[in-house]
């Protein structure tokens, strides 16, 4: 459409997507411009090129460069952009900070066929009494990116979340899992469609089912061992941080969020440091997967 910004690709070799949600809104400021250069390095090593995600200035961009990024860290009040707000950011000429839904339509635009991020939306708890499910299950039946991720978040309905993706064609594989993990822990009740100890084989597959089907892939690599939260830690400080975030009203997009943040507080930044953890095993498989991909971007 006339006026409508176009996407800024400026993606490598062999490129990996990367979220800006994490960033902006996931982490301390200060913290954020270290972590962006540690995930760069880490996909780097791996023979793949880190790929950015962002809006500034009303303009998506795929790779953004290091003053972008500033930009973006800096500025103050950064909206999350998911795919129901995203045309309103490119056309209001704002900044945003892409999640997972909206990196994903921008990767794929662009041709970008892995995504590394900590953990995927889903269905919320309670959903027979509020419909809320993350536009992220949907992204994943519309676009062929592979999204490398520790599973779902703990706070949501797993095994619900699961379901949604059956019901919408979506794969779930595992890398040396036989289960879809729940972001701060390895395991949960809900299992995967298929089991890959090889990351060579994997990366076949992933490339023959993004071309056979046009839709996502979702990767489950559990968080490493060493990082795992204790499961009865989780469920006590996971009580406590809901029960803050109820008694502060919070709804829609902003509960997960909100109950993240209470979580890092109670947890005195043990679930901050399991996420880091989490997502530069992500970054790291992403990255091996990607540079076994033929270059399309």
Do not use: Q
């Not at 910004?5 to 990367?18: D, F, M, Q, S, Y």
């Not at 950015?52 to 500025?75: H, P, T």
């Amino acid at each position: 459409m006339p006026g409508t910004p176009r996407t800024i690709n400026r993606t490598g070799e062999h490129p990996v997507a990367l979220e800006t949600t994490l960033l902006v809104h996931g982490i301390p400021r200060d913290s954020a411009p270290a972590l962006a250069r540690e995930l760069g390095d880490i996909i780097r090593e791996h023979g793949a090129t880190p790929a950015m995600v962002g809006i500034v200035s009303g303009r998506a961009i795929v790779g953004l460069n290091d003053d972008e990024l500033g930009a973006l860290i800096a500025a103050p009040d950064v909206p999350k952009v998911n795919r129901a707000n995203l045309g309103v950011a490119l056309h209001g000429g704002s900044h945003g900070a892409t999640t997972v839904s909206s990196t994903m339509e921008l990767a794929a635009e662009v041709g970008v066929r892995v995504f590394a991020t900590g953990g995927i939306g889903g269905v919320h708890k309670g959903f027979a009494r509020a419909l809320d499910i993350s536009s992220d299950l949907l992204a994943l039946s519309g676009f062929p990116v592979a999204v490398v991720t520790s599973g779902v978040k703990s706070l949501l309905d797993i095994c619900a979340t699961r379901e949604v993706l059956e019901t919408l064609a979506v794969p779930v594989i595992g890398f040396r899992t036989d289960s879809l993990p729940a972001f701060y822990l390895r395991d949960s009740e809900a299992g995967v469609d298929a089991r890959f100890d090889d990351v060579e084989r994997m990366a076949s597959f992933i490339e023959s089912e993004l071309a056979r089907t046009g839709r996502g892939v979702v990767v489950c690599n559990p968080i490493p061992e060493s990082d795992e939260i204790d499961a009865t830690s989780w469920h006590a400080w996971l009580e406590t941080a809901e029960s803050r975030v109820r008694e502060r009203d919070v709804s829609g997009r902003d509960v997960t969020p909100a109950v993240l943040g209470e979580l890092h507080e109670v947890s005195r930044g043990a679930t901050l440091r399991a996420n880091l953890a989490l997502v530069r095993s992500n970054a790291a498989l992403g990255a091996k997967i990607a540079s076994l991909l033929p270059h399309s971007a």
